[in-house]
Every structure is written in C-alpha cells, then in structure tokens.
Nanobody, 124 residues
Framework: QLQLVESGGGLVQPGGSLRLSCAAS????????IGWFRQAPGKEREGVSC????????TYLDSVKGRFTISRDNAKNTVYLQMNSLKPEDTAVYYC?????????????????WGQGTQVTVSS
C-alpha cells in the first residue's frame, strides 16, 4: 500500500520549535508534490505549505511565512516542515499529503494520498 506517515508533533511552548517529518512507504516520494495541511477542532482543513517534486518551488500560507520552512530529501523518501516561533493558533493536527500536480498548491482536494496526522499543541 502507498502510505505517508507523519512524526515529530508534540507539546511546545509559544515561541518554541518543532520539526515534522513525512516519510513515504510503498512509493517513491520524489515523483510527487507534497503538501502540509492542518486542522484545528471545529475548523476547516487549511493548507500550510507545499513543495514541488524536485524541491525547486515552495508555497506558504501567509500566516506561517518567515516562521515555517518546507524541505525534502528525496534520497531518504522524506519531506520536512521546520516550525519556528510557534504560536497557540498553530495548534492543530498536521497532515502530509501527496499530489500528482503542483497546481494543487494548498488546495486539499488536489491531493491523492494522505497520512494519519500528527498532533501539534502550542501552549504555556
């Protein structure tokens, strides 16, 4: 089966940092464009960041620009989301997803494969 598995979530204080990882199994991640999405309780899922298959292009949600950085290591079949200067409003379940087209950008409906999610909680 084609699977994406997120890890690296947890509880962190405001201003702290976390690095999320998205590891692929059953397929070559380097052939796919990858997006990070998040969903807070009672809220709609929103796109956070995405990266093209080669890593040459990236897109960010305005509220995370300058704080989050997406990157990938195709040799390790892994995509990362470095999250710095975390705020309480960043609290959500974060999902990794794979798309056949970079046109999807931060639109969830454009992604075919999804991970199970990892919880990020920013609280003092």
């Amino acid at each position: 089966q084609l699977q994406l598995v997120e890890s690296g979530g947890g509880l962190v204080q405001p201003g702290g940092s976390l690095r999320l990882s998205c590891a692929a199994s059953g397929f070559t991640l380097g052939y796919y464009h990858i997006g990070w999405f998040r969903q807070a309780p009672g809220k709609e899922r929103e796109g956070v960041s995405c990266i093209s298959s080669s890593g040459g292009s990236t897109t960010y949600l305005d509220s995370v620009k300058g704080r989050f950085t997406i990157s990938r290591d195709n040799a390790k079949n892994t995509v990362y989301l470095q999250m710095n200067s975390l705020k309480p409003e960043d609290t959500a379940v974060y999902y990794c997803a794979a798309s056949h087209s970079y046109y999807a950008r931060l639109e969830a409906t454009g992604y075919s494969y999804w991970g199970q999610g990892t919880q990020v909680t920013v609280s003092s």
